[in-house]
């Protein structure tokens, strides 16, 4: 019983956390007008001559252009898939802000979470050994009789 009041908070965090996504994810409805496309497309891609700007902060001419080229796309009604691949296609893998969940990109995507599990396991492996105050397997007069007898041998 003890067991089960320990997990109640957390499992009330978890139910708490999926009814905000889904109230966050019911709220975007409507299509999204041309402009706020465009702006979403470009802050996907890099700045092709900007150092840690995407195509939709930055205004260099670089980044004026491919929003211009979206522009023209999204018209011409291709879809973000293809267009994003269009400007990969021109510009290489690396104007991508998010490299692609493939090959080398994979490791970006899978090291931080593996790197968290882990983190988390060690961390709760070292609040059980806390919570039971490090205590020896061993009755406490047994380890103390040994240490007397190990002294008198030696």
């Known amino acids: 019983m ?12 978890v139910v708490i956390a999926a009814v905000a996504l889904a109230i ?5 409805g409507g299509s999204p007008s041309l402009n706020a496309r465009v702006m979403h497309i470009a802050s996907e891609v890099r700045c092709p001559v900007c150092e840690g700007q995407s195509a ?40 991508l802000e998010k490299p692609e969940a493939r090959g ?5 995507w899978v ?3 593996v790197a968290f599990v882990l983190a988390a396991a060690g961390l709760v492996m070292a609040f ?6 490090g205590r020896s397997r061993e009755a406490p007069e ?3 009789r040994l ?8």
């Open 2 to 13: 003890r067991s089960i009041r320990r997990w109640i908070p957390w499992v009330a965090l």
């Open 24 to 28: 966050g994810a019911g709220r975007s």
């Open 56 to 95: 939709a902060q930055s205004q260099a001419a670089a980044s004026i252009q491919i929003r211009d080229r979206i522009r023209q796309e999204l018209s011409g009604g291709e879809s973000e898939k293809q267009i994003l691949a269009g400007l990969v296609q021109s510009y290489g893998v690396g104007i």
């Open 104 to 108: 080398v990109g994979v490791l970006v």
């Open 111 to 113: 090291v931080p979470v």
């Open 128 to 133: 059980r050994r806390w919570g039971s105050g």
């Open 142 to 144: 047994e380890s103390d």
């Open 147 to 154: 240490l007397v007898e190990q002294a008198l041998r030696g």
